[in-house]
């Protein structure tokens, strides 16, 4: 069975950080493409960021600058460390596993109908 539990979500003011991490079971973690996503109370949920086995990375152009998403393979867990954050990044963060790939090869930001979720990890700030 495939799980994916999120961590590390809190409150913070604008210009803080935090590191989210998604601890993932049940299938073999390097072999998909993982990526976060969040959405906002009334907002449709956006992706984030998407990373693949080998550690190539996509980003929002909203973040780019800011998150940072990596991996360790041998704890199967994914990271998104969040810096310079702004109020507008408030939502529920989720971690994804099993994106699409681009045309190019590389992670995109697009989920489908086989993609796992967690359950979510809620990231507030405050102006």
């Known amino acids: 069975e495939v799980q994916l539990v999120e961590s590390g979500g809190g409150s913070v003011q604008a210009g803080g950080s935090l590191r989210l991490s998604c601890a993932a079971s049940?299938?073999?973690?390097?072999?998909?493409?993982m990526g976060w996503f969040r959405q906002a109370p009334g907002k449709e949920r956006e992706g984030v960021a998407a990373?693949?086995?080998?550690?190539?990375?996509s980003y929002a152009d909203s973040v780019k600058g800011r998150f940072t998403t990596s991996q360790d393979n041998a704890k199967n867990t994914l990271y998104l460390q969040m810096n310079s954050l702004k109020p507008e990044d408030t939502a529920m963060y989720y971690c994804?596993?099993?994106?699409?790939?681009?045309?190019?090869?590389?992670?995109?930001?697009?989920?489908?109908?086989?993609?796992?979720w967690g359950q979510g990890t809620q990231v507030t700030v405050s102006s």
């Open positions: 049940g299938f073999t973690f390097s072999s998909y493409c």
């Open positions: 994804a596993a099993g994106l699409l790939y681009r045309s190019d090869g590389y992670c995109s930001l697009a989920w489908y109908k086989d993609t796992y």
């Open positions: 990373i693949d086995s080998d550690g190539s990375t």
